[in-house]
């Protein structure tokens, strides 16, 4: 199935985020083929961190570039903007928005809808608001009456969590106790009435302040001067202020953003949104354990209300924040914007002396808004877990259901690696496998020393005591060839799962969780694979790597593509029943017995399959068995060997 995705994707937005899920989302459907057209978003600024992630996604834009030039035909559009943009791409078209943030929706946003073929928002309060628009008008022909509503269902899912490693972030704030507000400096935000009522509430108190994370256009040196004018503009008038003020301006990774949640010198969130489609800094200040005080009113109640039981076992919605008062009145005419923010629509005008009231709260009983917002943290990173939104997602926009495993359900994973000549790589390798997300829990890593000239065991020695229960060493007299090696760990092995790790290959952090999810849900495939990016530099990890996108892109499984290629390579996973069935690597191969033991298995019925995702970062080790310049003509012998063995050899599908 072809997906084509719009939206703006590489923008640092709300609505970058958005679509950012959404191709995550489509990510974790093997047969889906994801094109994107990336859009600009206002004057945003842009993602800039080299990562995986950002490397797919250029490489999508460039295949959907080439598309264009082909005369497209997609299967389905799912387009992440604004309503006014959405149009008909493809035969199903859906639109995913983050809705609005006022009473009313514009009628061009009801056009727009009911051209979809389904709609996906993000909070009870944005499909509430599609749903109780409705215009009243008169055909001008007939002279009847008639009504403009939405008539497309409209279905709920929300961002997930992140989680993320603390850095260290040198605030350079004085005061011990800080609230914090997240936002852009514009009309809808009400920055302004947040900085000034916080300085009247506790403007003879040096003790406190507000640290002001904002922007108006970007992270430019003139975007902060202009903050910086602004805030010094609306300070001007409290010259006897003790309470301190601090602008924070630029650009932050998302793990910064999280560390600055969770820093010690940050006690509250504060919010006076006039209304928000489900308020994003307020999500993660929320599921990073961080206190919230907010207007009472629009999206971000879906996740600062927790559901309770009262005494007789009901259960209802409960308030874990710190609740501003407001009162609906019609949007300012500044914020009104044609065909979006209708100047007949209302959002909440926040209550002066309700905030002042709720700021002197937790500041004077921080310990139970700590309280309530560490249940609230719980349920969140329970409720909104990034397998379960994907899911949804996938369920809700195109009726496919994704199976959750849970890690716990994993069987057990055996980590096959030959110790040779590793000293350059032994340290960064061991490093590197301990740090996969299931190794402590179920990985058992085999490391056999083929009585390597090398000093690699001093730091295995490290490992083996730091791992005691994850980690078998034996060292042996004599080189058995890497097969052989092979051979061993797979008779020592002690989990369900088989998988090679190469001393000077990396893996993706999660890349042994993905390959044993997938081969646990395809009962009747015995190995998994994935593609995997090329470096020619050693000992780059996957999150900083010089790639540039460059990888090994093997084709899908089939008996005739594995005679051409051996796509399983340096990233295969397998079941130890395999071995049972067909036997063992062939050990008088140097260098493509892997390959000739796959031929071998699938020609007798065994299935493979291709994980969608690149998992692992492969080194184009100039003195490595398989690259080695020197190694070649023995080399080439062995493959065309072993592939006029089972040239001939069919199977049947």
């Known amino acids: 199935m072809k997906v084509l995705v719009r939206g703006p994707a590489l923008t ?8 950012r899920f959404v191709l995550r989302a489509l990510r974790q459907a093997d047969d889906l083929d994801i094109y994107l057209i990336p859009v600009n978003w206002g004057e945003s600024t842009w993602i800039w961190e080299e990562n995986e992630e950002r490397r797919w996604l250029d490489e999508i834009i460039k295949k959907t570039a080439l598309y264009q030039q082909q005369s497209p035909q997609y299967d389905v559009s799912i387009q992440v903007t604004i309503p006014n943009e959405w149009q008909r791409m493809a035969p199903v078209n859906i639109g995913v ?132 004018s602004k805030l010094t503009h609306l300070l001007k008038k409290y010259s006897n202020r003790q309470c301190k003020v601090y602008l924070l301006h630029g650009d932050m990774t998302d793990q910064e953003m999280h560390s600055l949640y969770a820093h010690k010198q940050i006690q509250c969130l504060v919010s006076l949104t006039h209304g928000e489609g489900f308020g994003l800094p307020l999500f993660e200040a929320a599921y990073s354990g961080l206190p919230v005080l907010a207007t009472d009113w629009s999206g971000h109640l879906d996740f600062l209300y927790k559901p309770v039981k009262d005494k007789k076992g ?35 005008y926040p209550q002066q002396g309700s905030y002042k009231m709720k700021l002197r709260e937790v500041y004077k009983d921080l310990g139970r808004f700590k309280s309530s917002a560490k249940k ?43 110790v040779f000549n590793g000293d350059e790589f032994i340290r960064p390798f061991l490093e590197d496998v301990t740090r996969q997300t299931v190794f402590e829990e179920k990985c058992e890593l085999i490391l056999i020393n083929a009585n390597s000239p090398g000093n690699e065991e001093k730091v295995i020695n490290e490992y083996v005591e730091k791992y005691p229960n994850n980690i078998v060493y034996k060292k042996l007299d004599k080189d058995p060839g890497i097969y052989g090696v092979w051979n061993m760990a797979v008779e020592i092995a002690t989990g369900e799962y088989l998988t090679n790790a190469n001393l000077d290959d990396r893996k993706a952090p999660d890349a042994l969780e993905k390959h044993a999810k997938e081969l646990f849900v395809a009962e009747d495939v015995d190995l998994v694979y994935a593609d995997m990016l090329i470096t020619d530099k050693p000992n780059e990890t996957w999150e900083n790597n010089s790639s540039n996108g460059r990888k090994y892109n093997f084709p899908e499984y089939s008996f005739n593509n594995l005679k051409m290629v051996n796509m399983p390579h340096a990233s295969p996973m397998w ?38 995702t690149p998992l692992g970062l492969y080194y184009f080790n100039p003195t490595g068995i398989s690259t080695n310049p020197e190694n070649f003509s023995w080399k080439r012998e062995e493959e065309q060997e072993i592939y006029s063995k089972y040239e001939e050899t069919e199977i049947e599908l």
């Open 12 to 19: 640092r937005t709300g609505y970058g985020e958005h679509c």
């Open 314 to 348: 009901k259960e209802k919605l409960r308030a874990h924040f710190a609740k501003v008062d407001f009162n609906l009145q019609p949007v300012a005419q500044s914020a009104v914007w044609d065909g979006v923010v209708e100047k007949d629509s209302m959002w909440a």
């Open 575 to 612: 079941r130890k029943s395999l071995h049972n069935s067909y036997g063992l690597f062939d050990s008088k191969y140097k260098s493509a017995g892997d390959w000739e033991m796959w031929l071998r298995a699938a020609a007798q019925g065994s299935k493979f399959m291709k994980v969608k």
């Open 97 to 228: 928005t983050a809705g609005i943030e006022t009473t009313r929706v514009a009628p061009v946003w009801i056009h727009k809808a009911n051209e979809m073929d389904k709609i996906i928002t993000i909070s009870e309060h944005s499909k509430q608001t599609f749903i109780n628009t409705v215009y009243e008008g008169v055909d001008p022909n007939s002279g009847q009456k008639g009504y403009l509503k939405c008539v497309k269902d409209i279905d709920i899912v929300h961002y997930p969590v992140k989680h993320f490693e603390p850095v260290d972030l040198d605030l350079n704030v004085s005061t011990k106790f800080n609230f914090l507000t997240v936002a852009q400096w514009g009309p809808r935000k009400n920055i302004e009435n947040t900085i000034t009522w916080f300085v009247e509430e506790f403007i003879d108190n040096p003790n406190v302040g507000l640290v002001v994370k904002t922007f108006a256009r970007g992270g430019s040196i003139i975007d902060r001067l202009d903050a910086n």
């Open 376 to 418: 609230l943290q719980k349920w969140i990173l329970n409720t909104f877990t990034k397998e379960e939104q994907y899911a949804q997602f996938l369920l809700k926009s195109l009726n496919k259901k994704l199976i959750n495993v849970n890690t716990k359900d994993l069987p057990k994973i055996s980590i096959i690696t030959s």
